[in-house]
């Protein structure tokens, strides 16, 4: 079975500052990793995805994520945010070879950015 | 990329009832995914919409209390029936069109009274 611990709830950061959301996930089996995020009142909007390959993946809105097995983490990164990015993040795992469907899903995160 | 379309996307409910979400993609799916976001809690995976044949339920999902139907490739529905309290949550359906690559709808909020 897999799980998925995101470390923090909240995170209040300042504008222009950077931010780390931290992932931390447990498998018996390799995992595709993935981050989405959720803007007040919509659906889930995938931000990037580890399928394989370089471990640093880059996404949209300027963020990015690295892949450590080492560690069985995968945070996420943005080196300067903005008000825009006031947000939840959730961050999932979908084992090698399972439906397609089947992510396994952190708590979130709420990023809240300040002016 | 795919864009879903649910509705209702809130609704307020009486203990008892049931109430049926639907679920519009704008391009043919083959897998499409119910999932629930209760408050506070992270999102678990209701149930697999199979086209042509019966949903595929997740441990501690059943088909009484959250009948699915997939008629065609672009289109699901949920029923939550017989509505309790612990059932107020977000329901959002979700359609892969990729390995791992899931695009969800801006889901149902549900409030049960």
């Known amino acids: 079975a897999q799980s998925v611990t995101q470390l923090d709830s909240q995170v209040p950061v300042f504008e222009e500052a950077p931010v780390e959301l931290r992932c931390n996930y447990s498998s018996s089996v390799s995992v595709y990793l993935f981050w989405y995020v959720q803007y007040p009142n919509q659906g889930l909007q995938l931000l990037l995805k580890?399928?394989?390959?370089?471990?640093l993946v880059k996404g949209i809105n300027g963020f990015e994520a690295e892949f450590n097995k080492s560690q069985t983490s995968f945070h996420l990164r943005k080196p300067s945010v903005h008000i825009s990015d006031t947000a939840e993040y959730f961050c999932?795992?979908?084992?090698?070879?399972?439906?397609?469907?089947?992510?396994?899903f952190g708590k979130g995160t709420k990023l809240s950015v300040k002016p | 990329s795919a864009v879903i379309s649910q509705k209702p996307s809130r609704d307020i409910c009486q203990r008892g009832t049931s109430l049926t979400i639907q679920c519009q993609v704008d391009s043919q799916v083959t897998m499409m995914f119910w999932y629930r976001q209760q408050p506070g809690q992270s999102l678990t995976l209701i149930a697999t919409a199979n086209q042509g044949s019966e949903a595929t339920y997740e441990s501690g999902f059943v088909i009484d209390k959250f009948p699915i139907s997939r008629p065609n490739l672009t289109f699901s529905t949920l029923t939550v029936s017989n509505m309790s309290p612990e059932d107020s949550s977000i329901y959002l359906c979700s359609a892969s069109l990729a390995p791992g690559e899931l695009f969800f709808g801006e889901g149902s909020r549900l409030t049960v009274l």
């Open positions: 999932a795992v979908s084992p090698h070879g399972g439906s397609q469907g089947n992510l396994i």
């Open positions: 580890y399928l394989s390959g370089s471990t």
